[in-house]
């Protein structure tokens, strides 16, 4: 399982994981749900407490995994297949363009 933390401006607004099976669940920390200015990461992962489910990786992280030659970049530098759509995230959305972020988590799940 491979879990990374989401951030808006900064600020940690959920967590996006890749199960065992493959498939993804993105959900939203309840303390920004309850908070009045807070920010839905995208129109199509609209606020909500129910996690949201995948057998992909939603098109919204996907869509901030680098292109092109940057892609083959990012995929030499950290031994990853292109495939690999969660390591690629976790590994290059740390700082990427826009107001959302990536960090991979760094706590132990069982």
């Known amino acids: 399982m491979r879990k990374g933390h989401v951030y808006i401006d900064g600020s940690k607004v959920g967590d996006i994981i890749e199960t065992i099976d493959?498939?993804?669940?993105?959900?939203?920390?309840?303390?920004?749900?309850?908070?009045?200015?807070?920010?839905?990461?995208?129109?199509?992962?609209?606020?909500?407490?129910?996690?949201?489910?995948?057998?992909?990786?939603?098109?919204?992280?996907?869509g901030l995994i680098p292109e092109g030659w940057l892609l083959d970049v990012v995929s030499r530098n950290w031994k990853l297949a292109v495939t690999d759509r969660m390591g690629l995230l976790l590994s290059s959305c740390e700082d990427c363009i826009g107001n959302v972020s990536v960090r991979r988590a760094t706590e132990v799940s069982t």
């Open 22 to 62: 493959g498939d993804f669940t993105f959900t939203y920390d309840q303390q920004h749900l309850h908070n009045a200015h807070a920010l839905a990461v995208s129109r199509t992962l609209p606020l909500r407490a129910e996690p949201y489910r995948s057998p992909t990786l939603f098109p919204f992280f996907d």
